[in-house]
Structures are given as C-alpha cells and as structure tokens.
C-alpha cells in the first residue's frame, strides 16, 4: 500500500463527529433523550435503590414528570413518604439530569 494513501485515508475530517457527540445529536434531534432517562431510571430501580425497596414495589411508571410507584409494604409507604425530597434527589443524580420532579407513592 502507498504510505499516502494510508495517512489521508486515517485522517479525521474536520466536520466530523465522536460516535459519542453524534449519538448525543441523534437523540437531541429526536428528542428522545428524556424517555432515555426516564427508562435508565425504571430499568435500573433495583441498582438504585436498593434490593428491599425493589421487592415491595409492585407497579413504576413516570407522567409528566412524576414518578408513580406502588408499593406493597404500608410502612415502607409511610417511611419513603417522609424522604421524599432524598428519593427524587437519587433518582435525578442517577439519571444525571432533572428528569423527576415529584414522587408519588401508591
């Protein structure tokens, strides 16, 4: 192969994009990087929260905003209840943005 063709061919463009920077694009474009969060929080409850919480919750969905849990366990009700503010707190710093504003436990 010509030592040319090797260097021009591996050269980066200067228009192009990271994978990273051009998924973030696809996603801004799309606006579909909320409900990409919003199902980062549902699918990893369990890793954020803890297995025992995990296990008493029977139903997770997210409306405007709102993040509706039901739970199996009254005392664990009445105790999330009170520490709200932390829950909405861990799930945003684990979504790395303020994607759940108010938790409602059901």
Do not use: C
Request: positive net charge; proline residues 2%; charged residues 30%.
């Amino acid at each position: 192969m010509n030592e040319k063709y090797e260097k021009d061919y591996f050269k980066r463009k200067r228009d192009s994009l990271s994978i990273g920077d051009a998924i973030d694009h696809w996603m801004d474009q799309l606006r579909v990087r909320n409900k990409y969060k919003e199902s980062y929080i549902i699918q990893n409850w369990e890793k954020i929260m803890g297995a025992p919480i995990a296990k008493r919750t029977t139903n997770l969905y997210i409306r405007n905003k709102k993040l509706y849990i039901h739970l199996s366990s009254a005392p664990l009700k009445s105790e999330l209840n009170q520490s709200k503010h932390k829950v909405v707190e861990l799930l945003n710093t684990a979504a790395g943005d303020k994607v759940i504003e108010d938790v409602i436990f059901l």
